[in-house]
């Protein structure tokens, strides 16, 4: 009879939970993209900014971590934090 250890068992319920995690990340890509929220993929670019109606650069240049992992822009006039939709994020502080 053949006996199985515990790693051999760990790796058959990760190896068997793989294919589970990569359908829930397309289905949250999916509803992120549709709701247009931060999980999302948009392929058209804003090209101004909704407030101030600057134009946005054509390559982006993250201002902070969140902009780098989420996408997005600030932009160079108003100071305005925009997602990735082009949408404002965050109004610019007023000092
Ligand atoms: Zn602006």
Not at 7 to 22: H, I, N, T
Not at 54 to 78: D, E, H
Request: glycine content about 10%.
């Amino acid at each position: 009879m053949m006996r199985i250890g515990i790693g051999e068992l760990v790796l058959c319920s990760l190896a068997a939970l793989l294919p589970l995690l990569g359908v829930a990340l397309v289905v949250l890509l999916i509803r992120g993209t549709q709701k247009k929220t931060d999980f999302g993929v948009n392929l058209s670019v804003a090209n101004a900014c909704p407030k101030c109606g600057a134009a946005l650069p054509a390559v982006r240049v993250p201002t902070a971590l969140k902009q780098a992992l989420w996408g997005g822009w600030t932009c160079q006039q108003c100071k305005a934090e925009l997602d990735k939709w082009g949408r404002v994020r965050r109004q610019a502080r007023i000092r």
